[in-house]
């Protein structure tokens, strides 16, 4: 079983940047679709950003598109989220998630099988 450990989350002034890791242990993630999802209080959790196995393809929700960027290295069995200009809205506790085996697309209907406890992002206007 595959288990994922989210870093970088924090307190930010809007239109601030912030950049989350997502690192596996136990297995290797590099195989593995990958994706970033959030949750705000209140709010069902929704689809961020998406990553191919390779890193070949991405994936954005039109509200981070632009300000966001997925990327993994797979050497080092990581997958980051760069988050530049941050707005309140953006305020969640952000998750990893790990989709299918060797997925050519990770998308918001990708099926996501693990997922890492979370890290919180507060953006503070």
């Known amino acids: 079983q595959v288990q994922l450990v989210e870093s970088g989350g924090g307190l930010v002034q809007a239109g601030g940047s912030l950049r989350l890791s997502c690192a596996g242990s136990g297995r290797t993630v590099s195989t593995y679709a990958m994706g970033w999802f959030r949750q705000a209080p209140g709010k069902e959790r929704e689809f961020v950003a998406g990553i191919s196995w390779s890193g070949g393809s991405t994936y954005y929700a039109d509200s981070v598109e632009g300000r966001f960027t997925i990327s993994r290295d797979n050497a080092k069995n990581t997958v980051s989220l760069q988050m530049n200009s941050l707005k309140p809205e953006d305020t969640a506790v952000y998750y990893c998630?790990?989709?299918?085996?060797?997925?050519?697309?990770?998308?918001?209907?990708?099926?996501?099988?693990?997922w890492g406890q979370g890290t919180q992002v507060t953006v503070s206007s």
């Open positions: 998630a790990g989709g299918p085996a060797y997925a050519k697309v990770a998308g918001p209907r990708t099926k996501y099988d693990f």
